[in-house]
């Protein structure tokens, strides 16, 4: 019994434990170290950060930060730097520009520039860069080797420069490619001691035929000429569009539109017609009315009475887009504008046409609070919604006969009774009958349900 609560209570509190430890430990880097604290766990949005050996280059970021048991971004590289020795630039009959010729260090992505020993010819670029450890380091051909004969060809690519039967070492022959083919590597072959250096290639373009476009409704953005067939150089691109009144299918992603030449078939996206369904309108009708609208056709709509176009652009009318109509047709309600309140007020500005989701703000008078507890109302499509309207909170005083004498109805606005606590009405006495202050009309104040001064007359 005891083992099997042992056995309960260890897995009940394996998540807690485990959960502590949100990351397993970095990685280790080659050329570089780990150069924060090391810590026993690392959990959650902890951070550690990296250096590199001395004239080792650092790639990717310096710091990394446990982020949901996995370290993001990913640890970096320590890049190495480049070393060139005497002995290498003498056996290439080579110089470091200036004319040096010593040892040196070169760190990564830094660059220098060469030249040959006198009588050789540096075969182009004399600008090397340092990549990861690695310079490749330029060729010097001799002017006292062997000549060649006539120069080699290269596929879709034509030499340039004047024909000889016979080229002396050293000397060279310039490449063109033909329209629409892409050079890849040097534009020069040289001769060197009898033998010519490697010439470059000439890489073929993408082709798209007119006829492919025309069929899935596509044209060339920004197109002047219309070829009957399109090339696009290898290492380029071209950027495509749907044609007015089209719009790419639902099948195709946007980067479709965007084919890159890169010796792989370019994939041509689909573009279909825009239309838009007769659109369903209630408490609205529209004209012209049809199955189908295509891009462009404008549809206005009648709302029936008591209802408003929503948003009203002036003309009524919406538009078939690519996106469906626009603005979204509907017609939505009106609330009564004649609206009054019994003892109370509107408190906001007044509008001459609300439209469903409007407010309107409403005061109640001394004595009377909102029905229903809320002072704003606002226009449903079932109307004002809660209704406006005030109650009597306080008792106040109520209409009473006054012998030799009559009542007036009250002073402010002429409401109704009963009048709330703090409002006043006008009282007059029969004939051989005057008020307290002996005048035809007096006013008396409901207080405390009473009114002051009290309703009598007193014969003259």
């Known amino acids: ?56 280059v650092l790639e990717g970021p310096e710091w990394i930060q446990c982020k949901g048991q996995e370290w993001t971004p990913h640890p970096p590289k320590c890049l190495a730097p480049c070393s060139i020795t ?7 009959n080579l110089f470091v520009f200036g004319n040096q010729r010593k040892a040196r260090l070169i ?33 010097c051909i001799s002017e006292r080797g ?43 072959s040289f001769c060197n001691n009898g033998t010519w250096t490697k010439v470059p290639n000439c890489l073929d373009p993408c ?17 002047i000429d219309a070829p009957e067939n399109i090339f696009v150089q290898h290492g380029h691109s071209i950027e495509l569009t749907c044609r007015t009144g089209y719009v790419l299918a639902a099948n195709s992603s946007q980067s479709a539109f965007v084919i890159h030449c890169n010796g792989t078939p370019p994939v041509i996206p689909k573009c279909k017609e825009i239309t838009c369904n007769s659109p369903r309108i209630s408490n609205g009708t529209f004209r012209p009315q049809r199955t189908i609208y295509h891009d462009g056709d404008l549809i206005r709509i009648q709302c029936d009475s008591g209802f408003t176009f929503d948003p009203d652009n002036g003309e009524k009318v919406v538009e078939c887009t690519k996106n469906g109509w626009s603005p979204p047709p509907k017609c939505i309600k009106k609330c009564d504008t004649s609206l009054r309140i019994h003892n109370g007020h509107f408190a906001s500005t007044y509008q001459d046409m609300y439209i469903e989701g409007n407010d309107i703000r409403f005061v109640c008078d001394q004595g009377y609070s909102p029905a229903n507890q809320q002072s704003t109302s606002t226009c449903t499509k079932n109307g004002w919604s809660p209704a406006p309207s005030c109650i009597l909170t306080e008792r106040g005083c109520d209409y009473i006969r006054i012998e030799n004498g009559r009542m007036a109805k009250p002073y402010e606005l002429y409401r109704p009774f009963p009048i709330s606590e703090g409002q006043s ?24 349900s009473h009114y002051v001064p009290e309703l009598k007359c007193f014969s003259k």
Not at 162 to 177: A, D, H, I, N, P
Not at 210 to 223: A, F, G, M, P
Not at 438 to 447: L, V
């Open 1 to 56: 019994m005891k083992a099997w609560l042992l056995l309960v209570a260890a897995f009940l509190l394996w998540p807690g434990c485990s959960s502590q430890k949100a990351c397993d430990e970095p990685d280790e880097v080659d050329f570089g170290e780990i150069v924060s604290a090391e810590k026993a766990k690392y959990l959650e949005n902890d951070r550690v950060q990296y250096r590199c050996n001395p004239v080792y």
């Open 86 to 92: 005497r002995q290498q630039l003498a056996a290439k």
């Open 107 to 139: 760190q990564n992505n830094q660059s220098l520039r060469f030249q040959c020993n006198e009588g050789y010819v540096l075969v182009v670029p004399s600008v090397r860069k340092c990549v990861d450890g690695y310079m490749d380091l330029p060729l």
């Open 146 to 188: 062997k000549n060649c004969s006539g120069p080699p060809r290269t596929e879709n690519g034509d030499i340039i420069t004047l024909s000889k039967k016979q080229y002396r070492s050293g000397s060279s022959v310039e490449f063109r490619c033909q329209t629409y083919y892409a050079m890849e590597g040097q534009n020069r």
């Open 207 to 223: 082709m798209i035929p007119r006829t492919e476009l025309e069929s899935q409704k596509i044209e060339v953005k920004d197109e």
């Open 425 to 448: 009405i006008y009282f007059s006495c029969n004939h051989g009958f005057l008020p307290t202050n002996k005048e035809m009309w007096q006013a008396a104040t409901c207080i405390k």
